[in-house]
C-alpha cells in the first residue's frame, strides 16, 4: 500500500533523512526504531505531507503524494496521530474528536466513527463533554488517536506514542495499536520503546543517521547483537 524510495528531507544544508526506504502493505503493522536525533519524526512528518522531501517517491495504492498539500494526503487514507498529541486542550473531547472527521467522506460517518472510537476508548465515553486539557497523560494519548482514527483512514501514522507516560499506561496502549490495525487500519509506527514497538510489529525498520540500516522481521531483528546492544540493553 505505501511505498517510499529513496526518501531524502533536510533542514536547509543538513540532511534529517538520507535515501530511506520502507513499505507498509495493506492491514500491516511496521515498526520503525532507532535512538534520539537518527531522524525517525522527519521521516513520518515526511509521509504525512508535514515536511516536503527533496529527492525520492512516496506512493500510497500506487499513487504518488510528492508535491500534493498536506490536507490532500488525508483524501488519500492517511492519517497522522504527532509527536506530543497537538491537541486542542480548551475544546471538548467530543469536539476534538468531531474534527477529526473534518473530510466530506469521514463527516458522513461522524456517528457511526464515535461509536466506534468510544467502543475502542470507553474512557473517552465516559469524557466526551470533559475539556481535553483535564485529561491524563495516557488519556489524551488515546483522544490524540481517537480523533486520527474520525478520519476513517487506511494508514494510520504513530509518532512516539508512548513518550511520556507509564509502563502500564504503555502497555495498554500498545493492546490498542494492535486492536486497531486487527480492525483493517494499516500502522506505521514511530517508537523509541524498542521492546514493545518490536513485540507488536510485523515488520521492522531501524533508522540511524537519517538510514534504514537494519530491517526485518521483528524477532529476526530483536535477535542481532547489534540491536540487542544498543536499543534492548543487554549484552
Known amino acids: 500500500m505505501l511505498e517510499v524510495r529513496d526518501l531524502r528531507v533536510s533542514y536547509g544544508a543538513a540532511p534529517a533523512v538520507a535515501g530511506a526506504s520502507l513499505d507498509v502493505e495493506a492491514g500491516g503493522l511496521v515498526v520503525v526504531v532507532g535512538p534520539n536525533g537518527a531522524g525517525k519524526t522527519t521521516l513520518i512528518n515526511a509521509i504525512a505531507g508535514l515536511h516536503r522531501p527533496d529527492a525520492g517517491t512516496l506512493r500510497i495504492d500506487g499513487a504518488s503524494l510528492l508535491g500534493m498539500p498536506a ?14 498529541r497537538r491537541l486542542f486542550t480548551g475544546l471538548t473531547v467530543r469536539e476534538n474528536l468531531e474534527l477529526g472527521s473534518y473530510r466530506a467522506a469521514a463527516r458522513a ?9 468510544c467502543t475502542i476508548f470507553p474512557v473517552l465515553k465516559e469524557r466526551l463533554a470533559a475539556a481535553a486539557g ?12 481517537g480523533r486520527a482514527l474520525m478520519a476513517r483512514p487506511k494508514l494510520l501514522l504513530l509518532d512516539e506514542p508512548s513518550l511520556g507516560l507509564a509502563p502500564a499506561i504503555v502497555l495498554e496502549l500498545f493492546r490498542i495499536i494492535r486492536t486497531v490495525n486487527q480492525g483493517g487500519v494499516a500502522v506505521l509506527l514511530v517508537e523509541q520503546n524498542v521492546a514493545a514497538a518490536l513485540d507488536i510489529a510485523r515488520r521492522a525498520y531501524v533508522l540511524e543517521e537519517g538510514r534504514i540500516v537494519a530491517q526485518g522481521e521483528p524477532r529476526e ?14 549484552h
Open 71 to 84: 490536507h490532500r494526503y488525508c483524501d488519500h487514507g492517511v492519517a497522522l496521530v504527532p509527536e506530543g
Open 109 to 117: 460517518r461522524r456517528a457511526e466513527s464515535l461509536e466506534e472510537v
Open 134 to 145: 483535564v485529561l491524563s497523560g495516557g488519556q489524551q494519548q488515546m483522544l490524540a488517536i
Open 221 to 234: 531483528l530483536a535477535g542481532q547483537p547489534h540491536i540487542q546492544r544498543a536499543y534492548l540493553g543487554l
